[in-house]
């Protein structure tokens, strides 16, 4: 079993930046990718990063890509997500997952944290 918890939401106006972090315990080894995903109310759950083991492999989805970073120090089992120039579009839950593989579809990630809430003011 995989435990995740995110960290790092809170309320940013339009620009500004975030960080959040996943911080996993329990038995690590059992997945390869982690990644991020969000949900707007309302609104599907939708992918958002991902990223492999060895940070080698990275996906984006094309709504964020160039805004928002992934990255994971696997020293201490934490995920990140920087997300810079921040939209109101933005605002939703954000979920941390992990998986077996860098993938899109959150049918694909085995475990999901809490969810941290990300808002983004006008």
């Known amino acids: 079993q995989v435990q995740l918890v995110e960290s790092g939401g809170g309320l940013v106006q339009a620009g500004g930046s975030l960080r959040l972090s996943c911080l996993a315990s329990?038995?690590?080894?059992?997945?390869?990718?982690m990644g991020w995903f969000r949900q707007a109310p309302g609104k599907e759950r939708e992918f958002v990063a991902a990223i492999s083991w060895s940070g080698s492999s990275t996906r984006y989805a094309d709504s964020v890509k160039g805004r928002f970073t992934i990255s994971r120090d696997n020293a201490i089992n934490t995920l990140y997500l920087q997300m810079n120039s921040l939209k109101p579009e933005d605002t939703a839950e954000y979920y941390c997952?992990?998986?077996?593989?860098?993938?899109?579809?959150?049918?694909?990630?085995?475990?999901w944290g809490q969810g941290t809430q990300v808002t983004v003011s006008s």
């Open positions: 997952a992990a998986g077996p593989s860098v993938v899109t579809l959150a049918t694909g990630y085995w475990y």
């Open positions: 329990g038995r690590t080894f059992n997945y390869n990718a």
